[in-house]
């Protein structure tokens, strides 16, 4: 299951939204599975019309603590 971590700043200077969600995911795998599902392009295909702008980044980290 995924869980929100919270808001993100980028750090650049032309940065147009001053914060941006994260979002957890148990695997770097899973992540991106969700990036490629159908159910997340239904729902970015609002986005993608022109509804909005969005830069997604993928990263893999650490468990907390390590």
């Known amino acids: ?5 919270g808001p993100a700043r980028s750090g650049r200077p ?7 969600p994260g979002i957890q995911f ?7 599975a ?3 599902s159908d159910e997340y392009n239904k729902a970015a295909a609002f986005r993608r ?4 702008e969005v830069e997604t980044v993928i990263v ?3 468990e907390a603590g390590k």
Do not use: N
């Open 60 to 62: 893999e980290g650490v």
């Open 34 to 36: 969700c990036f490629q």
């Open 26 to 32: 148990p695997t770097f795998e899973q992540g991106v």
């Open 14 to 20: 032309d940065d147009r939204l001053h914060a941006e």
């Open 1 to 5: 299951m995924a869980e929100p971590t």
């Open 49 to 52: 019309g022109g509804a909005g």
